[in-house]
């Protein structure tokens, strides 16, 4: 079966740094590309990032640019989402994607099959 969990959500204050991970099972990276995905109160869900199959990473959200990276561990079959220098504005609910693709990843929700349940992130001092 296969599965997603996303962990490391929580409260932090402006200009702080969190790192989320999301654990997945009952599937290899190596076939998969994952994506974080955020969603706000009252917005759409958003793409932020992907990293594919292959180890290549992209960002598609300009809001996050140089403060956000994508990262994995394929023997521990799990993706990261290192955030940096938070803003209150990225105060969401956080989920990580699968979109079995080759060399390639997406940032439209739809291009995803899987998904984890989220995890809270929320800046404020």
């Known amino acids: 079966q296969l599965q997603l969990v996303e962990s490391g959500g929580g409260l932090v204050q402006p200009g702080g740094s969190l790192r989320l991970s999301c654990a997945a099972s009952?599937?290899?990276?190596?076939?998969?590309?994952i994506g974080w995905f955020r969603q706000a109160p009252g917005k759409g869900r958003e793409g932020l990032l992907c990293?594919?199959?292959?180890?290549?990473?992209?960002t598609f959200a300009g809001s996050v640019k140089g403060r956000f990276s994508i990262s994995r561990v394929v023997a521990n079959n799990t993706v990261y989402l290192q955030m940096n220098s938070l803003k209150p504005e990225d105060t969401a609910i956080y989920y990580c994607?699968?979109?079995?693709?080759?060399?390639?990843?997406?940032?439209?929700?739809?291009?995803?099959?899987?998904w984890g349940q989220g995890t809270q992130v929320t800046v404020s001092s």
């Open positions: 009952g599937f290899s990276l190596d076939s998969y590309a």
């Open positions: 994607a699968a979109e079995r693709s080759y060399f390639y990843c997406s940032d439209s929700v739809l291009s995803y099959n899987y």
């Open positions: 990293i594919s199959n292959s180890g290549g990473t992209t």
